[in-house]
């Protein structure tokens, strides 16, 4: 991964349009405006991924009596498969350390493969199922919960 030029930015309500474009690109089933700008409002730990000026992911965790749960992490699709999810991934477990969380949560589509993997190689571990979680093209789609320390 060396050699990557990725810096990290606080999300503003002025980039929701951006996000919304990289989320329709990734994902059947997107998060909507109004749920980053909620997300933004609330105080949860929104971040942006950025290479030579441009936003090419997002993140928003939630850090709260000792634990932190990734809610959303979507990189660009040009710049899947090059290592910028795995550096935004140790930004993020950075961040919750600092907010003294001991373990990072997170749900996965098992039909996600490429995030799967990622997160594997971050550290992470599947610890459980959750039935029915995430909204699917003929119903609904499990989710696989992943976990790790924060050390």
Known sequence: MSGIELSFRPMKIGDVPRIISI???????????????????????CWLAIVHNEIVGHAVISVAAGESHMLNLSIAKQYQGKGYGKLFIYFLLDIARKKHAEIMMLEVRPSNTPAINCYNSSGFNEIGCRKDYYPAPEGKEDALLFARQIS
């Open 23 to 45: 989320e329709n690109e990734v994902y059947e089933f997107p998060w909507s405006q109004r749920i980053f700008r909620d997300c933004i409002r609330v105080g949860y730990d």
